[in-house]
């Protein structure tokens, strides 16, 4: 059974730091990887998708990459701003079905 | 890219009642998710609904609480029935173009 885990649960940082948030797989055998955020009370925005076969994506001052055999991925953010502000979930294709990972929640204060 | 639509966007309903959420989507799809995203949690997957045959429910969830319509390519409804303050939680739909999943507002529910 595919399990998805986000490290860390919660982040507080000042404006203007580089961040990265973790995602790890327990099933190495999926399609893509998705990254998303989510405000308060709202639904889902895609950020990026990552293919099985690509190993990093980008998308102005965010980066994900992704390590297949180790259940790894990584989202980067530069250069942080308090709109960044929100809870980054991960996801995986897996089977048909897209496992969520536990999400890390991000407040960058000014 | 999809848009979705999901009515409605809240709701506060007593306990023993029932709530249809409605999802459309502005182009066809094969196959509309569901999940469940309890509070301070992330999302789980409810079912998956295609168009002319029945949902297939996840462990955990049954047809009977949560009984799925999907009459066409762009449409389909969720129902929690007969609710109880454990169904509180945010409901969101979801379509998969080009292998990107795209979701719904969501449906914030409150049972009280």
């Known amino acids: 059974k595919q399990e998805v885990t986000q490290i860390p649960a919660a982040l507080s940082v000042p404006e203007g730091e580089n961040l990265v948030l973790n995602c790890s797989f327990t099933?190495?055998?999926?399609?893509?990887l998705q990254w998303f955020r989510q405000d308060p009370g709202k639904g889902l925005t895609s950020l990026l998708l990552?293919?099985?076969?690509?190993r990093e994506q980008t998308s102005g001052r965010l980066n994900a990459s992704l390590d297949k055999s180790s259940g790894r991925s990584t989202l980067y953010i530069a250069a942080s701003q308090p709109g960044d502000s929100a809870t980054y979930l991960c996801a995986v294709w897996s089977t048909d079905k897209l496992i969520f990972g536990t999400g890390t929640r991000l407040q960058v204060f000014p | 890219s999809a848009v979705i639509s999901q009515k409605p966007s809240r709701d506060i309903c007593q306990r023993g009642t029932s709530l249809t959420i409605q999802c459309q989507v502005d182009s066809q799809v094969t196959m509309m998710f569901w999940y469940r995203q309890q509070p301070g949690q992330s999302l789980t997957l409810i079912a998956t609904?295609?168009?002319?045959?029945?949902?297939?429910?996840e462990s955990g969830f049954v047809i009977d609480k949560f009984p799925i319509s999907r009459p066409n390519l762009t449409f389909s409804t969720l129902t929690v029935s007969n609710m109880s303050p454990e169904d509180s939680s945010i409901y969101l739909c979801s379509v998969v173009g080009r292998g990107r999943a795209f979701f719904g507002q969501g449906t914030r529910l409150t049972v009280v």
């Open positions: 609904a295609n168009q002319g045959s029945e949902a297939t429910y």
């Open positions: 990552i293919q099985s076969s690509q």
């Open positions: 099933d190495s055998a999926i399609y893509n």
